[in-house]
T-cell receptor, first 117, second 109 residues
């Protein structure tokens, strides 16, 4: 099956710093990747849809200047949390579609636990 | 608006059967997914239904009725490792995934 990796799996940073999270599709080319965040005991919340070679589409209420998304290649998308604050502490998960396995299923990365002190 | 409802929490006994229901109201329908998510981990795919009926995969089965906007996930021969959250998600007309809040399943010995 399609494999998606995320790095780092866990990060702790000081308030005001920026954190970059990488999402890679390992055995397929993903023209579309998705970034979610999940607070404890809550469902996944879509933050943005990342399309290779073009600007990401952000969901309502998500600050595009704070959550910078870059999808420079067919196998890599990055999410940068700029000037992180404690309220940004969350579980960030990326997913990708594998066109070779139909257009519907999303394959998830293992997630990144961000803690901002 | 778009909405997916599923119970917040369910409890079942090891070895038993449990059914987790999901109802949805979305703008269009292009399939329904069930995912399993253990605490602190990303969701893992369980099943996908796009046509009415029952899909069986080992101990897990998923049912869909598009006319009723209803699905259920059936877990048989429950094991302790099945303790997790089960997420129902629907793909709408724009192929966006709309997520339910998840059902936390607690398995007791």
């Amino acid at each position: 099956g399609a494999v998606v990796s995320q790095h780092p799996s866990r990060v702790i940073c000081k308030s005001g710093t920026s954190v970059k999270i990488e999402c890679r599709s390992l055995d397929f080319q993903a023209t579309t990747m998705f970034w979610y965040r999940q607070f404890p005991k809550k469902s996944l919340m879509l933050m943005a849809t990342s399309n290779e070679g073009s600007k990401a589409t952000y969901e309502q209420g998500v600050e595009k200047d704070k959550f910078l998304i870059n999808h420079a290649s067919l196998t890599l998308s990055t999410l940068t949390v700029t000037s992180a604050h404690p309220e940004d502490s969350s579980f960030y998960i990326c997913s990708a579609r594998d066109p070779g396995q139909g257009d519907n299923e999303q394959f998830f990365g293992p997630g990144t636990r961000l803690t901002v002190l | 608006g778009q909405n997916i409802d599923q119970p917040t929490e369910m409890t079942a006994t090891e070895g038993a059967i449990v059914q987790i229901n999901c109802t949805y109201q979305t703008s269009g329908f292009n399939g329904l997914f069930w995912y399993q998510q253990h605490a602190g981990e990303a969701p893992t795919f369980l099943s996908y239904n796009v046509l009415d009926g029952l899909e069986e995969k080992g101990r897990f089965s998923s049912f869909l009725s598009r006319s009723k906007g209803y699905s259920y996930l059936l877990l048989k021969e429950l094991q302790m490792k099945d303790s997790a959250s089960y997420l129902c998600a629907v793909t709408d007309s724009n192929y966006q995934l709309i997520w339910g809040a998840g059902t936390k399943l607690i398995i007791k010995p």
